[in-house]
């Protein structure tokens, strides 16, 4: 049975710091992962989906990387923000059409 | 739509009542997905739809949970004999096809069972 296991659960840093999210999974044969962003009482925000066969992804500030061979996906956070500060989860799925099975998510704070 | 819309955003219910809760995906995705989330975890699986079809209702907790999408669109999420350990966040996704694609989100349904 697939596992998503994020590391930290909560990160605080201050204004400017450039910060790398952590997402390991036990099951190595995935079809993609897929980085979300959540706020307060919010719904999920896609931020970036890796396919199975592609490494990294960029938008804007954040780029993330994936290694399926060790089961390992990384968020990376250029020059935060105040306003990143949110929940962000990681997912994988094991085969097109499948459900995503998502991480417990690690709580950013970015201090001004 | 623009995008997922879930009715309603909050319902308070009594321990045995039933609820319904509604999922308007966006237009033209065809496949829809339910799960469920509690605070401080991540959402957990609970059914999804290509078209009218469940394609996996495996991870509905018990048989008082239950969906339809009966013209593939639309989707509703029943439950009967509400418990209080049914009180979560209820969130709808669709995405454009099953293979894999990009997923979006509703703002969610917060049940609260008294």
């Known amino acids: 049975k697939q596992e998503v296991t994020q590391i930290p659960a909560a990160l605080s840093v201050p204004e400017g710091e450039n910060l790398v999210l952590n997402c390991s999974f036990t099951d190595s044969a995935i079809y993609n992962l897929q980085w979300f962003r959540q706020d307060p009482g919010k719904g999920l925000t896609s931020l970036l989906l890796i396919q199975s066969s592609q490494r990294e992804q960029t938008s804007g500030r954040l780029n993330a990387s994936l290694d399926k061979s060790s089961g390992r996906s990384t968020l990376y956070i250029a020059a935060s923000q105040p306003g990143d500060s949110a929940t962000y989860l990681c997912a994988v799925n094991g085969q097109a059409g499948t459900a995503l099975i998502f991480g417990k998510g690690t709580t950013l704070s970015v201090s001004s | 739509g623009a995008g997922v819309s879930q009715t309603p955003s909050n319902k308070v219910t009594e321990k045995g009542k039933y609820v319904e809760l509604r999922c308007d995906p966006i237009?033209?995705?065809?496949?829809l997905y339910w799960y469920r989330q509690s605070l401080g975890q991540g959402p957990e699986f609970l059914i999804y739809?290509?078209?009218?079809?469940?394609?996996?209702d495996s991870g509905l907790p018990n048989d008082r949970f239950f969906a339809v999408r009966p013209e593939g669109s639309v989707s509703t999420l029943k439950i009967q004999r509400t418990e209080r350990g049914d009180s979560a966040v209820y969130l709808c996704?669709?995405?454009?096809?099953?293979?894999?694609?990009?997923?979006?989100f509703g703002e969610g349904s917060r049940l609260t069972v008294l």
């Open positions: 996704a669709s995405s454009l096809t099953l293979a894999g694609g990009e997923l979006f």
């Open positions: 237009s033209g995705h065809t496949a």
């Open positions: 739809f290509q078209g009218t079809g469940a394609a996996d």
